[in-house]
Each structure stands twice: as structure tokens, then as C-alpha cells.
């Protein structure tokens, strides 16, 4: 009899999953929170680094939302899902969602010139969203093994 270990997110009980669920997503809210209270020099003082700042934040926004899209009844915050979703920016992608979140937080922090907004990022966000592509790798290696595998070889992060 051959028995599979279930994976991390299978093994957490209920209440932790749950907590996961609230912890991760406010950890990004903390960064708009940064953004707000944190002293600002728009730009880190050059205007021209402004309209770089929103075009790349309005650009993150903008894939998020159409990776978001593309997820359909596979969004979650703790990785699963029934399908492989391989359509749209998952083609070219196999993490839009957190690229995009990237872009949006980094643009926002480049637009108001927040020297913390930028630690926090670097130091909060960015490792956060490589963490959890790589429990999310992992997850979708166990379900659907090959596929996954030939996916991973023809997307970028």
C-alpha cells in the first residue's frame, strides 16, 4: 500500500488555514497602510519618477486583476484548485497575480517617494510572494505532476 504524505496546506487544521487566509492578505494592507503614514517625497524628489511609479502601479493593478479574472473558481488564498489554469497571462506566467501585486506596491512606493514603503517591500512583500509561489509550486507538482511540470518549463516565474 502505497500512501502520499499530504502536503502543508492539507496537513494545517482548520483554524490555521483560516488564520493563513486573513495573515497573508494583510500583510499587502500593511503596505498601503506604510504607504499613508510614512513620510513621503513624491517621486524620491524627481517628478518624472511620479508618472514611472503610476504607470508601473496602474499596470500591476491591471494584471492582478486579469490574473484574478483568468483564476476563476480557482482563486484562493492558500494554493489548490481543480484545474491547471494555463490560458491568458497563466501562459506566459505562472504567478501574474503575484507580479502584480509586486508592480502595483512597488509603483505605489516609487509614485509617493516612501523610503519605508520600499523596505517594506524588499523586506515584507517581495519574500512573501516567492514563499508562496514556491508552497504553491509544490502543491500543484503533488495534483497534477507532469502537466504541472511541462507548464512550469514553458512560463516564467
Request: proline share 5%; with cysteine; charged share 15%.
Amino acid at each position: 500500500m502505497n500512501e502520499t504524505k499530504p502536503d502543508f496546506w492539507e496537513s494545517l487544521s482548520p483554524g490555521k488555514a483560516a488564520a493563513l487566509t486573513v495573515l497573508v492578505p494583510s500583510l499587502y494592507f500593511v503596505a498601503l497602510v506604510v504607504a499613508w503614514f510614512a513620510p513621503k517625497h513624491f517621486g524620491f524628489g524627481l517628478r518624472p519618477l511620479v508618472y514611472v511609479g503610476l504607470t508601473v502601479g496602474l499596470s500591476g493593478v491591471a494584471l492582478w486583476m486579469v490574473a484574478m479574472a483568468h483564476l476563476g473558481k480557482s482563486l484562493a488564498v492558500l494554493p489548490g484548485g481543480e484545474r491547471l489554469v494555463t490560458h491568458g497571462v497563466y501562459r506566459y506566467l505562472r504567478h501574474p497575480v503575484y507580479v502584480g501585486i509586486d508592480m502595483t506596491l512597488f509603483g505605489l512606493f516609487l509614485a509617493v517617494g516612501s523610503t519605508y514603503g520600499m523596505i517594506y517591500f524588499c523586506l515584507v512583500v517581495v519574500p512573501l510572494n516567492i514563499i508562496r509561489s514556491r508552497f504553491e509550486e509544490k502543491a500543484l507538482m503533488q495534483k497534477f505532476g507532469d502537466d504541472y511540470n511541462t507548464y512550469r518549463q514553458k512560463t516564467w516565474f
